[in-house]
């Protein structure tokens, strides 16, 4: 299940980050980007599957959860 949310969650990502990049407004300023240590997928597939747990605190899905 994790792998399938994940799967469907990632092609959501790739084409909403694209448009996304192609809308933004500058200030034509340039900024740094700085690379994140998760990309946004990963994010979004925890998340989901934390809603999908039978946990009340994300605190506790991250420190008792036994997803892998």
Known sequence: MLTKIFYDVDNFCKEFESQWTQRLL?????????KPRLIMSEIMTIL???HFSKFR???????????F
């Open 26 to 34: 500058t200030a034509g300023e340039v900024k740094r980007i700085k």
């Open 48 to 50: 989901i599957y934390f």
């Open 57 to 67: 605190t994300f605190k506790d899905y991250y420190l008792f959860a036994e997803i």
